[in-house]
Nanobody
């Protein structure tokens, strides 16, 4: 009943920029926290950035100053603006939301993952 659609990934050169989007739809009463995770080959999935319903944000140290997470509550959409990209940013990026269902229970939902490749 809940769908997360990710877009905006692709191949960019080092120093380039990409903007990821994740739109949630379906049987949701409200969205609490929204976040982006990533997983590189041979590595564990890590939290990249998160944003709360009152717009507080946090970032993993390796992306601070380069990435910006934002949300559009009216559209149930979270964004990740990525600048000054480095080869080590190459990974599959996953959107995650914590949402309140109409019956007032919290659930975690994941996007399918989208590839970001930084290479010259």
């Amino acid at each position: 009943q809940v769908q997360l659609v990710e877009s905006g990934g692709g191949l960019v050169q080092p120093g380039g920029s990409l903007r990821l989007s994740c739109a949630a739809s379906g049987n949701i009463f409200s969205i609490d926290t929204m976040a982006w995770y990533r997983q590189a080959p041979g590595k564990e999935r890590e939290l990249v950035a998160s944003i709360t319903r009152n717009f507080n944000t946090n970032y993993v140290d390796s992306v601070k100053g380069r990435f910006t997470i934002s949300r559009d509550s009216a559209k149930n959409t979270v964004y990740l603006q990525m600048s000054s990209l480095k080869p080590e940013d190459t990974a599959v990026y996953y959107c995650q939301i914590r949402a309140l269902t109409p019956n007032m229970l919290y659930n975690i939902y994941w996007g399918q993952g989208i590839q970001v490749t930084v290479s010259s």
